[in-house]
């Protein structure tokens, strides 16, 4: 069983700053994409970022190039979404994921393309 458990959301003004982790349970997780989702109140889950089993590759949501940055530690288990420049619109619950496949091909952009997900951590931006 893949346990990941998100930190570091948290409430921040509009400009501000925070970087979320994912920490993940097994020690298989450098084999697989992982990627971030956020859900706003009365809104869909919608696609962030994704980052490759490597960390060369990675994916953006067109909102958000140039201000997010997801990165890995393998070492660690772990994946980061370092936000700048936040705004108000932003705020939501913030999951991370597991890609389904660990086909070094696989780094999906929607959410069937994951199978394992944390609890999420709230982002909220003040304006």
């Known amino acids: 069983q893949v346990q990941l458990v998100e930190s570091g959301g948290g409430l921040v003004q509009a400009g501000g700053s925070l970087r979320l982790s994912c920490a993940a349970s097994?020690?298989?997780?450098?084999?697989?994409?992982m990627g971030w989702f956020r859900q706003a109140p009365g809104k869909e889950r919608d696609f962030v970022a994704a980052?490759?089993?490597?960390?060369?590759?990675?994916y953006y949501a067109d909102s958000v190039k140039g201000r997010f940055t997801i990165s890995r530690d393998n070492a660690k288990n772990t994946v980061y979404l370092q936000m700048n420049s936040l705004k108000p619109e932003e705020t939501a619950v913030y999951y991370c994921?597991?890609?389904?496949?660990?086909?070094?091909?696989?780094?999906?952009?929607?959410?069937?393309?994951?199978?394992?997900w944390g609890q999420g951590t709230q982002v909220t931006v003040s304006s």
């Open positions: 994921a597991r890609a389904a496949s660990s086909s070094y091909r696989s780094i999906p952009r929607t959410g069937p393309g994951y199978d394992y």
């Open positions: 980052i490759s089993w490597s960390g060369r590759t990675t």
């Open positions: 097994v020690s298989s997780f450098s084999n697989y994409a």
